[in-house]
């Protein structure tokens, strides 16, 4: 599984040294050194593209324009464009829904994501809390400070563009690394799209999906602690109304 994240978390011109120097990362830092399986704080996958984007970014960034042939046009990704003002076209709507444009090997196609997240959620593997207010966070944001004018933001084309879809479903929804009840799920997900266009709109580099869910990895067992419901019978402890009844 966490092969399978990483490769679609990379650029499909990645050399195949380079995301087998990634896999080992995030196999032995992401995960077997805090005890294997189901101990790890961190999202392995997104250690491995973390890593990766650390080490060597100039071959993360190279995209391909997919145009329904054998050939591909190398080109920047529709948030790339939109951050640093470039003069290619915008993809349509369209395009974003179905992949035709540039970005990573598993963010891309939208619909065949939306189709995976269906069968997530009606097997009830992944849960409702954290990818819809993860997207709806970003969403809001967009549309009110995407753009230079108040509530101006093109709202849906940032929900379509980037990992934002990817990062939702199938990465922020890792049962081991995500928080454990309804309450804190929610919270997870409004604090990392709050990151997310932190990132996206101040930030130096154009998405910030992986990292804002690496962010709250680290913040989860915290969220944790602060929003497990109180066991049946229990009282909360009063020092001061104790004091009182000895007096």
């Not at 959620?121 to 108040?150: E, Q, R």
């Not at 989860?220 to 402890?237: A, H, Q, V």
């Amino acid at each position: 599984m966490t092969g399978l994240l990483l490769a679609y978390n990379v650029s499909p011109r990645l050399p195949i040294w380079c995301i087998c120097v990634g896999a080992v990362f995030a196999i032995i830092i992401g995960k077997q050194i805090f005890g294997g399986l189901g101990r790890n704080i961190f999202n392995p996958a997104l250690v491995g593209r973390a890593f990766l984007v650390a080490s060597w970014p100039a071959y993360m960034v190279v995209f391909d324009n997919p145009r329904w042939q054998i050939d591909a046009v190398t080109t920047a990704t529709p948030l790339t464009i939109i951050k640093h003002n470039y003069t290619y076209p915008l993809p349509s709507y369209l395009d974003l829904f179905i992949g035709n444009r540039g970005g990573c090997m598993g963010e891309v196609c939208i619909a065949v994501l939306l189709l995976g997240a269906l069968f997530l959620l009606y097997k009830g593997y992944i849960s409702w809390h954290i990818p819809f207010t993860y997207i709806f966070t970003v969403g809001i944001l967009s549309w009110m400070f995407a753009s230079d004018n108040l509530f101006g933001g093109d709202w849906l084309f940032y929900i379509l563009s980037g990992g934002l879809i990817l990062g939702a479903f199938f990465m922020a929804t890792d049962m081991v690394t995500s928080p454990i009840t309804n309450k804190g799920k929610i919270m997870f997900g409004l604090v990392c799209g709050i990151i997310t266009f932190a990132i996206r709109k101040w930030g130096g580099y154009p998405e910030g999906v992986s990292y804002s869910i690496l962010i709250m990895n680290a913040a989860t067992p915290l969220i944790d602690r602060f929003t497990r419901p109180r066991r049946y019978g229990t009282k909360i402890r009063n020092p001061k109304s104790e004091m009182r009844n000895k007096s």
